[in-house]
């Protein structure tokens, strides 16, 4: 959930090593390499230029050449120790000449038009307030015919959160933008995608965070407090006994967003 438009240093160090216990090294949003299959399933990455926003620390980076065949992949991120984390990963797995990690600053998009024939994110544009913008951004780098494909963190309506959502808003500590659903198809639209489809997760992962909470109290646990100590992981404990209760009522429905510009 790496941001790109906001404030910089959300994810410092120990943040990112106990993500790493709980998502696996270089993920920093849930489901691994199965949930981005599923995400890009029926789309023809072979060769093709990708942007990845908020890139994180390069996991999906290095899984959409090394699994998708993507010809190239540039990732941002607006926090230098995602970017050093990433140039890491892909150098230790010998993907430094296909992946470019660029650190931009909060604001447009530093590259021309149509410059990807993808572009990609994976739980980071919740930290972009102003969705309608956004749209119209990556409307403009693709190329004709290319194609927006995300997941993220979205509320289940328009308006204010609910003292449960807000409560878990708060716990999170990160500068969560979320939109509803409504609010994304409408963005797509009026930036000029067509073919535009949203798919709500919160089936899916109202069971993995479960599973996950079940893990860190579990197996995870002495693990992650010999490493991050007690205090930080019994917090991450708590954010996630929050998230669940949201995730419970629906009102916290992670989505697939997919469309297309027109060629």
Request: charged share 20%.
């Amino acid at each position: 959930m790496a941001d790109t438009h906001g404030a910089s240093e959300l994810y410092n160090d120990r943040l990112i090593a106990m993500l790493d216990i709980v998502w696996g090294q270089g993920w920093l949003s849930p489901g691994g390499p199965d949930e981005v299959g599923r995400l890009v399933q029926g789309i023809d990455l072979a060769g093709r230029s990708v942007l990845d926003i908020g890139s994180g620390t390069g996991g999906v980076d290095c899984l959409l050449v090394e699994a998708h065949g993507a010809g190239h992949v540039t990732g941002i991120d607006v926090e230098d120790t995602v970017i050093a984390a990433a140039r890491r990963h892909a150098a230790a797995r010998g993907l430094a000449g296909r992946i470019d990690f660029v650190k931009v600053a909060p604001g447009s998009f530093p590259f021309p038009p149509e410059s990807f024939d993808i572009v990609f994110s994976k739980d980071s544009i919740v930290h972009i307030p102003d969705k309608h913008a956004l749209m119209v951004e990556v409307f403009g780098m693709l190329k004709p015919g290319g194609r927006f494909v995300a997941s993220d963190w979205l509320i289940g309506h328009e308006g204010a959160p609910s003292p449960a959502m807000a409560a878990y808003i708060k716990a999170e500590g990160l500068d969560f933008g979320m939109a509803s659903p409504a609010r994304y198809l409408d963005a797509m639209a009026q930036a000029g995608f067509t073919d535009t489809g949203i798919v709500n997760r919160n089936p899916w992962y109202r069971e993995i965070a479960r599973a996950e909470l079940a893990a860190m109290q579990g197996p995870l646990y002495d693990k992650a407090v010999q490493r991050l100590g007690q205090a930080f992981v019994d917090h991450n404990i708590a954010i996630w006994q929050a998230m669940i209760v949201v995730l419970d009522t629906g009102e916290h429905c992670p989505h697939h967003l997919h469309a297309t510009k027109p060629g």
